[in-house]
């Protein structure tokens, strides 16, 4: 049940009832204090002011119209104008029952669309980065809403595999092939790739080599190829590690590599040409954009051929964008990049609609994020300044859960402690990223992430394991719980009403890609469910009814506090 759609219709049906336009937003909000009802609709002032009237003149005459029997007990004008709603408990607790009794929490099916998430996207004889973990893990959380929701969801690691540096790559994998064949070691990327370079920069010999085989790679030459698939294959290999451990669900089958677009380039350069779109200029190849002016106040050039005949990385994002729309059919396509490359989607993006390669009714979306900064609020970085491997990153977060956690549980068997440890680390570094609005900068604080209190993975776990301990310690089994819920209680009706809640939520999420707003959920879900336990005795309650219903409002906790969790990519274990 989606309450607020549900409150907005009704209100926006009123409003036009009432006299005001057919394009009025009621504008329904969840209302910020208890006193202000459940839920408000701020749209009054709005629409009276179109009609030339005194809103509270018009908020009687909505008030007139609402149909809100049976859902809201109150309904009343506050201020200016505002129309406070209460919603009527028993009308909760129907609700309640009817998304204990579903699958999907009472979820509606959504009218599913195919949407493409382009993210991780790492580097190919790269090392992945803390760059590309924000990338990774608030990518996959906006898949797995978006797959909770019932959408056809496409993703794309757009990894970057093709480039004038594979010529070096290419020749150094063969000298290391050829001098250690048998004990070739090539674990550390970053050593590799560093080592390359090195050769390339200082042998003449070999410099000549690699330049010779970025060209026969382009051209399809066997061997290259073959060589350049045993590196993106060594790479993907590699980061699957990476994803296996930080529970993301990308596999090999979703890499869409910026190889992929390669043999679409000269066409779209030709097309653009034909088009009108770009022009030669000192033998580059441009479309300039009135949209973006350079600092001389002129329209900005974005080259997408250069005079020696390659292409950009612009390129390929334009070639890519059609690609998406063309052949895998999206209805939505969702780039969850750092900020640094906006003006770039940008600029591609202004080519892509001008020359008619995406219609408009297809979004493209940058759900762009902010850095990753160290305590210090510098680029986080290692004590000697490189940057942090993301497998040591994964490794210390472990390390550390591990310390807190043994502590807190010395009688759990050493199998159940591993499970722990790992759930509570991976989970701490994943939420503590999630759980910050995407677009700023974020500060990666290890203290702050494995703390038992406050939003973090540690806490939320750890409350999903009380709520589920209830049954645990009553013997009891959720399903055969039996008779009506009652909301007497204002915690009670506080705690069903945050529950009914999630569907709205989940459907912010999808629609702006911000797992953060559900973080704030479910945090504030777990904090009513402790006032609402401090307040309201289960095991204890006074009758059996009594029980019976706080112990459906428990049931349901948990399993949206799971759920929740699951949307998120942040694991849940019964016992800690
Ligand atoms: N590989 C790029 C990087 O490491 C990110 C690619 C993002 N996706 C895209 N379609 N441009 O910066």
């Keep these: 049940m989606n309450i607020q759609a549900l409150l907005s219709d009704k209100v926006t049906q009123?409003?036009?009832?009432?006299?005001?336009?057919?394009?009025?937003?009621?504008?329904?909000?969840?209302?910020?204090?208890?006193?202000?009802?459940?839920?408000?609709?701020?749209?009054?002032?709005?629409?009276?002011?179109?009609?030339?009237?005194?809103?509270?003149?018009?908020?009687?005459?909505?008030?007139?119209?609402?149909?809100?029997?049976?859902?809201?007990?109150?309904?009343?004008?506050?201020?200016?104008?505002?129309?406070?709603?209460?919603?009527?408990?028993?009308w909760l607790a129907k609700q309640v029952e009817a998304a204990l009794a579903d699958e999907r929490?009472?979820?509606?099916?959504?009218?599913?669309?195919?949407?493409?998430?382009?993210?991780?996207?790492?580097?190919?004889?790269?090392?992945?980065?803390?760059?590309?973990?924000?990338?990774?893990?608030?990518?996959?959380?906006?898949?797995?809403?978006?797959?909770?929701?019932?959408?056809?969801?496409?993703?794309?690691?757009?990894?970057?595999?093709?480039?004038?540096?594979?010529?070096?790559?290419?020749?150094?994998?063969?000298?290391?092939?050829?001098?250690?064949a048998n004990e070739m070691d090539l674990s550390d990327l970053e050593a590799f790739y560093r080592e390359a370079k090195k050769h390339y920069d200082e042998d003449a010999a070999f410099a000549e080599r690699a330049r010779a085989y970025v060209v026969k790679l382009q051209g399809g030459d066997e061997y290259c190829r073959e060589m350049w698939r045993k590196l993106v294959d060594i790479t993907m290999s590699q980061n699957q590690k990476n994803y296996q451990r930080l529970n993301v669900t990308l596999t090999k089958d979703d890499v869409m590599g910026e190889s992929l677009y390669n043999s679409m380039l000269p066409g779209i350069v030709a097309d653009l040409k034909a088009k009108g779109l770009a022009v030669e200029s000192e033998g580059a190849t441009v479309v300039f954009l009135d949209e973006y002016k350079n600092k001389d106040g002129e329209p900005m050039g974005v080259i997408i051929q250069k005079k020696d005949g390659g292409y950009l990385y612009t390129t390929t994002d334009i070639a890519c964008a059609k690609y998406r729309y063309e052949t895998l059919g999206a209805d939505r396509v969702l780039y969850y990049i750092d900020s640094r490359q906006h003006q770039h989607l940008m600029q591609a993006w202004t080519i892509?609609?001008?020359?008619?390669?995406?219609?408009?009714?297809?979004?493209?979306?940058?759900?762009?994020?902010?850095?990753?900064?160290?305590?210090?609020?510098?680029?986080?970085?290692?004590?000697?300044?490189?940057?942090?491997?993301?497998?040591?990153?994964?490794?210390?977060?472990?390390?550390?859960?591990?310390?807190l956690i043994a502590e807190k549980n010395p009688d759990l068997s050493s199998e159940e402690l591993a499970k722990l440890v790992d759930v509570v680390g991976i989970g701490a570094v994943k939420y503590a990223d999630l759980s910050k609005s995407r677009t700023t900068d974020y500060i990666f604080d290890w203290d702050n992430m494995l703390a038992f209190e406050g939003n973090t993975a540690p806490y939320m776990q750890y409350a999903y394991t009380r709520v589920s301990s209830v049954f645990k310690r009553a013997g009891i089994d959720e399903k055969s719980l039996t008779g009506d819920i009652v909301l007497a209680e204002d915690r009670e009706k506080a705690l069903a009403a945050r529950l009914i809640q999630f569907e709205e939520t989940i459907t912010q999420v999808a629609r702006e890609g911000t797992p953060h707003v559900m973080c704030t959920y479910l945090y504030d879900l777990a904090g009513l469910f402790s006032s609402f336990y401090e307040a309201c005795p289960i095991l204890t309650a006074e009758s059996e009814e009594q029980r019976n219903s706080r112990l459906k409002l428990a049931a349901l906790t948990a399993r949206t506090l799971k759920t929740g969790l699951d949307t998120l990519g942040i694991e849940t274990v019964e016992r800690m």
């Excluded at 204090?33 to 709005?46: E, L, R, T």
């Excluded at 493209?364 to 970085?381: A, I, R, S, T, W």
């Excluded at 300044?385 to 472990?398: F, P, Q, R, Y």
């Design 105 to 180: 929490l009472g979820v509606a099916p959504v009218k599913p669309q195919t949407i493409v998430v382009d993210y991780s996207a790492p580097n190919v004889a790269k090392e992945m980065h803390v760059g590309h973990l924000r990338s990774t893990i608030i990518g996959d959380a906006s898949v797995r809403t978006l797959e909770f929701l019932g959408h056809n969801v496409i993703r794309a690691n757009h990894v970057g595999d093709w480039g004038t540096q594979f010529g070096m790559l290419i020749a150094y994998l063969e000298k290391m092939q050829n001098e250690h």
């Design 352 to 403: 892509v609609r001008k020359a008619g390669y995406v219609p408009d009714s297809v979004s493209l979306e940058h759900h762009m994020f902010g850095m990753m900064l160290g305590k210090d609020g510098k680029p986080f970085k290692t004590r000697s300044g490189g940057t942090i491997k993301l497998s040591d990153l994964l490794d210390e977060a472990v390390e550390r859960a591990g310390k």
């Design 14 to 90: 009123a409003l036009v009832a009432a006299g005001a336009p057919a394009d009025s937003e009621a504008l329904v909000r969840q209302s910020a204090k208890a006193q202000f009802g459940d839920y408000q609709a701020n749209g009054v002032m709005g629409a009276a002011k179109k009609l030339g009237i005194a809103p509270r003149q018009l908020a009687e005459q909505v008030l007139t119209h609402l149909e809100l029997d049976g859902i809201a007990n109150k309904v009343e004008i506050a201020g200016p104008g505002f129309i406070n709603i209460f919603l009527d408990p028993a």
